[in-house]
């Protein structure tokens, strides 16, 4: 099982920007749709965006629309997830992986911690 890599983490002050990028294998990311997780200390991860294979049409949770921005680059086999005007809520581990299929527990990468300070 190759693990997607996960990067661009950070701190951020509230209302600041990141931009995370995610590295999928090929057969993942030509297969299924992608999306970004999250798990912060304590709870159980949640989905926050995930973007369709076949049309490239985007879906969030509700506490991140209009601020967080899912693409995916079909050539380089990667994911990314634009966050602006971050929320000290928004600290957690990030995370990626397939979207809207059932993924194996050892398919999660290492993931990338964003912290936004108020």
């Known amino acids: 099982q190759v693990q997607p890599v996960e990067s661009g983490g950070g701190l951020v002050q509230a209302g600041g920007s990141l931009r995370l990028s995610c590295a999928a294998s090929?057969?993942?990311?030509?297969?299924?749709?992608m999306g970004w997780y999250r798990q912060a200390p304590g709870r159980e991860r949640e989905f926050v965006a995930g973007?369709?294979?076949?049309?490239?049409?985007?879906y969030y949770r509700d506490s991140v629309k209009g601020r967080f921005t899912i693409s995916r680059d079909n050539v380089k086999n990667t994911v990314h997830l634009q966050m602006n005007n971050l929320k000290p809520e928004d600290t957690a581990m990030y995370y990626c992986?397939?979207?809207?299929?059932?993924?194996?527990?050892?398919?999660w990468g290492q993931g990338t911690q964003v912290a936004v300070s108020s």
């Open positions: 992986n397939a979207w809207g299929v059932d993924v194996r527990p050892d398919s």
């Open positions: 090929g057969s993942t990311f030509r297969s299924y749709g």
């Open positions: 973007i369709r294979r076949s049309d490239g049409n985007s």
